[in-house]
Nanobody, 115 residues
Framework: QVQLVDSGGGLVQPGGSLTLSCVAS????????MGWFRQVPGNERESVAQ???????VYADYVKGRFSISRNIAKSTVYLQMNSLNPEDTAVYYC?????????WGQGTQVTVSP
């Protein structure tokens, strides 16, 4: 059974940085697409950054130049490096993985940007 475990969230001041991690239970080669979404109460979950199995990355406009998605295949881990954080980035961040067999989500990790 595929499992994704998110971690790395926390409280950070505006302008600060955080790195989120998503560890998969199996090889991330099995995922055709992996990435990060975020959600605030009352809003739909929105895509932040995605990475394909071939390493192509796609970012939401509001994080371009500030966030970076990467992966360590040996560690079955996908990362989201977040820089220049602002209060509007406050949300629960979820890792998502897509395989030929389905879509899988991590449990989410809270990111709070506040003075």
């Amino acid at each position: 059974q595929v499992q994704l475990v998110d971690s790395g969230g926390g409280l950070v001041q505006p302008g600060g940085s955080l790195t989120l991690s998503c560890v998969a239970s199996g090889s991330i080669f099995s995922f055709v697409l992996m990435g990060w979404f975020r959600q605030v109460p009352g809003n739909e979950r929105e895509s932040v950054a995605q990475i394909t199995s071939s390493g192509v990355t796609v970012y939401a406009d509001y994080v371009k130049g500030r966030f970076s998605i990467s992966r360590n295949i040996a560690k079955s881990t996908v990362y989201l490096q977040m820089n220049s954080l602002n209060p509007e980035d406050t949300a629960v961040y979820y890792c998502r993985g897509v395989t030929s067999g389905g879509v899988y989500w991590g449990q989410g990790t809270q990111v709070t940007v506040s003075p």
